[in-house]
Protein backbone atom coordinates (compact mmCIF):
# COMPACT_ATOMS: atom_id res chain seq x y z
CA UNK A 1 0.00 0.00 0.00
CA UNK A 2 1.47 3.25 -0.58
CA UNK A 3 1.28 6.46 1.21
CA UNK A 4 -1.24 8.26 -0.91
CA UNK A 5 -3.77 5.03 -0.13
CA UNK A 6 -6.97 5.53 2.29
CA UNK A 7 -6.60 4.17 5.14
CA UNK A 8 -8.72 0.76 5.73
CA UNK A 9 -10.31 0.49 8.81
CA UNK A 10 -11.70 -2.33 9.81
CA UNK A 11 -15.80 -3.18 9.06
CA UNK A 12 -17.80 -3.16 12.11
CA UNK A 13 -20.92 -5.90 12.75
CA UNK A 14 -23.50 -4.00 13.57
CA UNK A 15 -26.63 -5.63 15.45
CA UNK A 16 -29.98 -5.37 13.10
CA UNK A 17 -33.21 -3.93 13.58
CA UNK A 18 -36.42 -6.43 14.18
CA UNK A 19 -33.77 -9.77 14.61
CA UNK A 20 -33.01 -11.48 17.31
CA UNK A 21 -30.34 -9.59 19.42
CA UNK A 22 -26.53 -11.35 20.12
CA UNK A 23 -26.62 -13.31 22.48
CA UNK A 24 -24.43 -13.35 25.50
CA UNK A 25 -23.45 -14.93 29.15
CA UNK A 26 -21.40 -12.37 31.04
CA UNK A 27 -20.11 -11.49 34.52
CA UNK A 28 -22.18 -8.65 36.22
CA UNK A 29 -22.50 -6.88 40.02
CA UNK A 30 -25.29 -8.97 40.09
CA UNK A 31 -23.63 -11.67 39.59
CA UNK A 32 -23.94 -13.87 36.21
CA UNK A 33 -26.15 -12.99 33.83
CA UNK A 34 -27.38 -13.91 30.18
CA UNK A 35 -29.76 -12.79 27.50
CA UNK A 36 -32.34 -15.33 27.77
CA UNK A 37 -32.48 -14.42 31.85
CA UNK A 38 -34.38 -11.04 30.57
CA UNK A 39 -36.69 -13.08 28.49
CA UNK A 40 -40.35 -12.13 29.24
CA UNK A 41 -39.32 -8.56 29.55
CA UNK A 42 -37.82 -5.27 27.98
CA UNK A 43 -34.59 -4.72 28.66
CA UNK A 44 -32.52 -1.45 27.60
CA UNK A 45 -28.82 -2.51 27.74
CA UNK A 46 -26.39 0.35 27.38
CA UNK A 47 -22.83 0.84 27.56
CA UNK A 48 -20.53 3.40 29.12
CA UNK A 49 -17.13 4.38 27.89
CA UNK A 50 -15.32 4.12 31.84
CA UNK A 51 -16.22 3.78 35.28
CA UNK A 52 -15.18 6.53 37.26
CA UNK A 53 -16.19 9.55 34.35
CA UNK A 54 -18.12 12.27 35.01
CA UNK A 55 -20.41 11.89 32.25
CA UNK A 56 -20.85 8.51 32.24
CA UNK A 57 -21.51 9.36 36.10
CA UNK A 58 -24.59 11.52 35.60
CA UNK A 59 -25.70 8.89 32.74
CA UNK A 60 -25.40 5.79 35.79
CA UNK A 61 -27.70 8.23 38.16
CA UNK A 62 -29.81 9.19 35.82
CA UNK A 63 -30.81 5.49 35.41
CA UNK A 64 -30.73 4.65 38.34
CA UNK A 65 -33.06 7.63 39.58
CA UNK A 66 -35.97 6.92 36.62
CA UNK A 67 -35.52 2.70 37.49
CA UNK A 68 -38.51 2.72 39.27
CA UNK A 69 -40.79 3.99 36.35
CA UNK A 70 -38.78 1.37 33.67
CA UNK A 71 -39.98 -1.25 36.23
CA UNK A 72 -43.73 0.13 35.36
CA UNK A 73 -43.01 -1.10 32.31
CA UNK A 74 -41.99 -3.93 32.54
CA UNK A 75 -38.34 -3.01 31.13
CA UNK A 76 -34.92 -3.99 32.94
CA UNK A 77 -31.84 -2.33 32.93
CA UNK A 78 -28.53 -3.49 32.15
CA UNK A 79 -25.04 -1.17 31.98
CA UNK A 80 -21.85 -2.20 30.28
CA UNK A 81 -18.34 -0.77 29.81
CA UNK A 82 -14.76 -2.54 28.69
CA UNK A 83 -14.34 -2.52 32.79
CA UNK A 84 -12.84 -5.24 35.81
CA UNK A 85 -15.87 -6.30 37.89
CA UNK A 86 -13.98 -4.96 40.53
CA UNK A 87 -13.91 -1.17 39.07
CA UNK A 88 -17.56 -1.78 38.08
CA UNK A 89 -18.62 -2.83 42.29
CA UNK A 90 -16.19 0.30 43.29
CA UNK A 91 -17.51 2.48 41.20
CA UNK A 92 -21.17 1.57 42.40
CA UNK A 93 -19.87 2.11 45.97
CA UNK A 94 -18.35 5.86 44.63
CA UNK A 95 -21.75 6.89 43.57
CA UNK A 96 -23.53 5.91 46.55
CA UNK A 97 -21.08 7.73 48.66
CA UNK A 98 -20.82 10.75 46.91
CA UNK A 99 -23.94 11.03 45.15
CA UNK A 100 -26.38 9.23 47.35
CA UNK A 101 -27.76 7.07 44.75
CA UNK A 102 -28.12 3.40 44.49
CA UNK A 103 -27.04 2.11 41.48
CA UNK A 104 -29.39 -0.91 41.54
CA UNK A 105 -29.26 -2.90 38.07
CA UNK A 106 -26.34 -4.84 36.82
CA UNK A 107 -23.21 -3.61 34.89
CA UNK A 108 -21.15 -6.10 32.93
CA UNK A 109 -17.94 -6.36 33.31
CA UNK A 110 -16.36 -6.95 29.79
CA UNK A 111 -12.69 -7.14 29.30
CA UNK A 112 -12.65 -9.61 26.79
CA UNK A 113 -15.11 -7.12 24.56
CA UNK A 114 -17.17 -9.89 23.37
CA UNK A 115 -20.60 -8.43 24.29
CA UNK A 116 -19.64 -4.93 23.17
CA UNK A 117 -18.27 -5.88 19.79
CA UNK A 118 -20.91 -8.23 19.42
CA UNK A 119 -23.41 -5.03 19.65
CA UNK A 120 -20.93 -2.97 17.45
CA UNK A 121 -20.12 -0.68 20.54
CA UNK A 122 -16.50 -0.39 20.10
CA UNK A 123 -16.11 2.15 16.88
CA UNK A 124 -12.67 2.22 15.83
CA UNK A 125 -12.98 6.34 14.85
CA UNK A 126 -13.84 7.32 18.68
CA UNK A 127 -11.82 4.37 20.26
CA UNK A 128 -10.08 1.27 19.97
CA UNK A 129 -10.35 0.30 24.06
CA UNK A 130 -13.54 1.59 25.19
CA UNK A 131 -16.81 1.40 24.06
CA UNK A 132 -19.18 4.37 23.15
CA UNK A 133 -22.57 5.53 24.52
CA UNK A 134 -24.49 2.76 22.72
CA UNK A 135 -28.29 2.10 23.79
CA UNK A 136 -30.37 -1.30 22.89
CA UNK A 137 -33.94 -1.76 23.17
CA UNK A 138 -34.79 -5.68 23.41
CA UNK A 139 -38.09 -6.70 23.38
CA UNK A 140 -40.05 -9.91 25.54
CA UNK A 141 -38.92 -12.21 23.32
CA UNK A 142 -35.03 -11.40 22.38
CA UNK A 143 -35.36 -9.19 19.57
CA UNK A 144 -33.44 -5.71 18.99
CA UNK A 145 -36.59 -3.04 18.39
CA UNK A 146 -34.16 -0.02 19.03
CA UNK A 147 -30.59 1.26 18.97
CA UNK A 148 -28.82 4.76 19.51
CA UNK A 149 -25.06 5.76 19.46
CA UNK A 150 -24.05 8.86 20.31
CA UNK A 151 -20.32 9.83 21.09
CA UNK A 152 -18.41 9.85 23.96
CA UNK A 153 -18.54 13.47 24.76
CA UNK A 154 -22.12 13.93 25.04
CA UNK A 155 -24.84 12.49 27.54
CA UNK A 156 -27.56 10.73 26.61
CA UNK A 157 -31.14 11.49 27.83
CA UNK A 158 -32.59 8.95 29.88
CA UNK A 159 -35.86 10.14 29.65
CA UNK A 160 -36.12 9.49 25.45
CA UNK A 161 -35.39 6.07 26.29
CA UNK A 162 -38.43 6.07 28.51
CA UNK A 163 -40.42 7.70 25.96
CA UNK A 164 -38.96 5.42 23.19
CA UNK A 165 -39.85 2.23 25.52
CA UNK A 166 -43.61 4.20 25.88
CA UNK A 167 -43.94 4.46 22.28
CA UNK A 168 -42.94 0.45 21.24
CA UNK A 169 -44.98 -0.73 23.62
CA UNK A 170 -48.02 1.29 22.35
CA UNK A 171 -47.14 0.40 18.51
CA UNK A 172 -47.23 -2.90 19.85
CA UNK A 173 -50.64 -2.81 21.58
CA UNK A 174 -52.42 -1.04 19.19
CA UNK A 175 -50.52 -1.61 15.58
CA UNK A 176 -50.25 2.33 15.25
CA UNK A 177 -47.27 4.22 15.18
CA UNK A 178 -46.45 7.69 17.10
CA UNK A 179 -45.60 10.83 15.76
CA UNK A 180 -42.38 12.99 17.08
CA UNK A 181 -41.96 13.57 20.51
CA UNK A 182 -45.12 11.71 21.42
CA UNK A 183 -46.26 10.69 25.01
CA UNK A 184 -48.72 8.94 26.46
CA UNK A 185 -52.13 10.18 26.11
CA UNK A 186 -51.50 12.03 23.05
CA UNK A 187 -52.84 11.15 19.54
CA UNK A 188 -51.24 7.97 17.58
CA UNK A 189 -51.30 7.59 13.75
CA UNK A 190 -53.46 5.32 12.31
CA UNK A 191 -51.71 2.77 10.00
CA UNK A 192 -51.48 4.16 6.40
CA UNK A 193 -54.22 2.72 3.45
CA UNK A 194 -52.07 0.27 1.17
CA UNK A 195 -54.86 0.20 -1.60
CA UNK A 196 -56.70 2.92 -3.68
CA UNK A 197 -59.76 1.44 -2.60
CA UNK A 198 -58.27 1.84 1.20
CA UNK A 199 -57.77 5.40 0.43
CA UNK A 200 -60.41 6.54 -1.40
CA UNK A 201 -62.59 5.42 1.84
CA UNK A 202 -59.86 6.46 4.52
CA UNK A 203 -62.08 10.42 4.88
CA UNK A 204 -65.32 8.45 6.50
CA UNK A 205 -64.01 6.24 8.33
CA UNK A 206 -64.10 8.63 11.59
CA UNK A 207 -60.41 9.28 11.98
CA UNK A 208 -58.77 12.82 12.67
CA UNK A 209 -57.74 12.85 8.77
CA UNK A 210 -55.53 15.70 6.98
CA UNK A 211 -55.23 13.28 3.73
CA UNK A 212 -55.38 9.83 2.75
CA UNK A 213 -52.15 9.47 4.01
CA UNK A 214 -52.15 11.10 7.80
CA UNK A 215 -54.68 10.20 9.95
CA UNK A 216 -54.58 9.91 13.89
CA UNK A 217 -56.85 8.90 16.79
CA UNK A 218 -56.65 8.47 20.08
CA UNK A 219 -56.32 5.33 22.78
Not at 46 to 60: G, K, R
Not at 118 to 147: E, N
Request: proline share 7%.
Amino acid sequence: MSAHDPIQTPAIALPRLNEPAPDFTALTTHGTKSLADYRGKWLILFSHPADFTPVCTTEFTAFANRADDFAKLDTNLLGLSIDSHYAHIAWVRSIKENFGVDINFPIIADLDMKVAQAYGMVQPGASDTQAVRATFVIDPDGVLRAMVYYPMTNGRSVDEFLRLVQALQTSEMYKVATPENWHPGEDVIVPTPQTTVEAETRMGEGYKTKDWYFSTRSL
